[in-house]
């Protein structure tokens, strides 16, 4: 039997894939799925078991994290990407790290083909099907949802005709969890006037008095949560996340243009990447001069659309990775944010490297470094080349 490596979450559409795979395309399956953070021990477990239940030859995890996170959400936070000034792109950049992953096991176990569950609305089988064509030009993609049109009915009945009688009762709302945030998807979502309600989102709000944070960042990077330092920034992500979490901050509704060219609409809730993205631009803003926040800001939009649409193996990628991280260097200190209930609100930040340092004037206050004769001579100078086009233009 030829090997056929499945990409698999133990989700309805890959468990269809699973048994369509070895049992009408008598194929060999090895199920590999993808942790980038966002799994417990226990749901890899359950999934694990699942997986053998539906007849699978193998079952293998790759714990991709810290690659995701050196490789990806470190420049979404230098860059301060957020899609649309909405959405800091949570399932979207996992994706195409979770299809890297699987074109490298598909390669190192020698098989023909690759599988994945994306139906064909979506822009997820743009961004699999583009990584295996890149890494894997050679091997067959195979797609059965989006192949066979399935309905989540047919997919049901299937397992059951062939003895599989595993609960999937169909959710009103279809949620995927990562490090970087969680998408929540149902009716609501499908139209453009109705918001999510309450009951949709994953976590509930348990917290109700306000409570202070502080982010400690060396060099762009997190270095410390409360004054707990840690030595892997996704671990004090995962640390932010469930202090700030139980507040329900993050959630939002981000509407944007898909890969496929139509408009789509998904609610999410990120509550330690909305803080950090925030806390990281406040710093940035006190420590970076103009014309670094304006080119970053310029790059920024790129950036997140590249990424958005699966082009992360495209060397501009990296050409505005490398500014990203020169930018850094002064972005040093800590930012302080308040937390309630739904919201937050950014206090302030302390930094040696801050350029709004008093020894230097106070602005609408006072200045130390020029005087009156030099504004009035800067002002005459600024403003000459325009005063040259108004006494031009403007005769009457």
Same mark, same amino acid.
């Not at 609305?121 to 990584?131: E, T």
């Given at each position: 039997?030829?090997?056929?490596?499945?990409?698999?979450?133990?989700?309805?559409?890959?468990?269809?894939?699973?048994?369509?795979?070895?049992?009408?395309?008598?194929?060999?399956?090895?199920?590999?799925?993808? $942790?980038?953070?966002?799994?417990?021990?226990?749901?890899?477990?359950?999934?694990?078991?699942?997986?053998?239940?539906?007849?699978?030859?193998?079952?293998?995890?790759?714990?991709?994290?810290?690659? &995701?996170?050196?490789?990806?959400?470190? &420049?979404?936070?230098?860059?301060?990407?957020?899609?649309?000034?909405?959405?800091?792109?949570?399932?979207?950049?996992?994706?195409?790290?979770?299809?890297?992953?699987?074109?490298? &096991?598909?390669?190192?176990?020698?098989?023909?083909?690759?599988?994945?569950?994306?139906?064909?609305?979506?822009?997820?089988?743009?961004?699999?099907?583009?990584?295996?064509?890149?890494?894997?030009?050679?091997?067959?993609?195979?797609?059965?949802?989006?192949?066979?049109?399935?309905?989540?009915?047919?997919?049901?009945?299937?397992?059951?005709?062939?003895?599989?009688?595993?609960?999937?009762?169909?959710?009103?709302?279809?949620?995927?969890?990562?490090?970087?945030?969680?998408?929540?998807?149902?009716?609501?979502?499908?139209?453009?006037?109705?918001?999510?309600?309450?009951?949709?989102?994953?976590?509930?709000?348990?917290?109700?008095?306000?409570?202070?944070?502080? %982010?400690?960042?060396?060099?762009?990077?997190?270095?410390?949560?409360?004054?707990?330092?840690?030595?892997?920034?996704?671990?004090?992500?995962?640390?932010?996340?469930?202090?700030?979490?139980?507040?329900?901050?993050?959630?939002?509704?981000?509407?944007?243009?898909?890969?496929?060219?139509?408009?789509?609409?998904?609610?999410?809730?990120?509550?330690?990447?909305?803080?950090?993205?925030?806390?990281?631009?406040?710093?940035?803003?006190?420590?970076?001069?103009?014309?670094?926040?304006?080119?970053?800001?310029?790059?920024?939009?790129?950036?997140?659309?590249?990424?958005?649409?699966?082009?992360?193996?495209?060397?501009?990628?990296?050409?505005?990775?490398?500014?990203?991280?020169?930018?850094?260097?002064?972005?040093?200190?800590?930012?302080?944010?308040?937390?309630?209930?739904?919201?937050?609100?950014?206090?302030?930040?302390?930094?040696?490297?801050?350029?709004?340092?008093?020894?230097?004037?106070?602005?609408?206050?006072?200045?130390?470094?020029?005087?009156?004769?030099?504004?009035?001579?800067?002002?005459? %100078?600024?403003?000459?080349?325009?005063?040259? &086009?108004?006494?031009? $233009?403007?005769?009457?």
């Amino acid at each position: 039997m030829e090997k056929v490596v499945l990409a698999y979450s133990g989700g309805l559409d890959t468990s269809f894939c699973a048994v369509y795979l070895s049992k009408i395309k008598q194929l060999e399956v090895h199920a590999v799925m993808v $942790n980038l953070g966002g799994f417990s021990a226990e749901e890899i477990q359950k999934t694990e078991e699942r997986a053998y239940q539906l007849g699978v030859k193998s079952f293998h995890v790759i714990d991709d994290a810290e690659n &995701y996170y050196q490789k990806c959400i470190k &420049y979404l936070i230098f860059g301060n990407v957020l899609k649309n000034n909405t959405y800091p792109l949570s399932v979207s950049s996992e994706r195409v790290f979770q299809a890297t992953a699987i074109a490298d &096991y598909a390669k190192k176990i020698g098989a023909k083909s690759i599988a994945h569950g994306s139906t064909g609305a979506g822009n997820d089988q743009v961004r699999f099907d583009s990584i295996f064509q890149i890494l894997l030009p050679e091997v067959e993609i195979i797609t059965p949802i989006r192949d066979l049109k399935l309905s989540r009915n047919e997919e049901i009945d299937f397992l059951k005709e062939n003895g599989f009688e595993i609960n999937f009762e169909k959710s009103q709302y279809s949620i995927n969890k990562g490090l970087w945030g969680t998408s929540v998807g149902g009716k609501e979502t499908l139209t453009s006037n109705i918001s999510l309600p309450e009951t949709a989102f994953p976590t509930q709000i348990s917290k109700s008095e306000p409570e202070e944070l502080s %982010i400690t960042f060396e060099k762009g990077e997190i270095k410390a949560v409360n004054g707990q330092e840690f030595s892997k920034p996704i671990e004090a992500i995962q640390f932010i996340q469930e202090i700030a979490q139980p507040f329900a901050i993050g959630r939002d509704t981000h509407v944007g243009d898909t890969i496929i060219g139509i408009k789509g609409r998904v609610s999410f809730e990120a509550a330690a990447p909305l803080i950090i993205l925030k806390a990281h631009h406040l710093l940035e803003k006190h420590t970076l001069t103009k014309s670094q926040l304006f080119i970053k800001d310029q790059l920024s939009l790129s950036y997140g659309n590249y990424l958005h649409d699966g082009l992360v193996l495209d060397p501009v990628m990296q050409d505005m990775e490398a500014l990203f991280e020169s930018s850094q260097k002064t972005v040093n200190g800590i930012v302080k944010i308040l937390l309630k209930p739904y919201h937050f609100s950014l206090i302030g930040v302390e930094s040696e490297n801050d350029l709004m340092s008093s020894k230097f004037g106070s602005y609408g206050e006072m200045n130390k470094t020029w005087t009156e004769a030099d504004v009035k001579g800067f002002s005459k %100078i600024y403003s000459n080349a325009l005063s040259i &086009y108004h006494q031009v $233009n403007n005769k009457n």
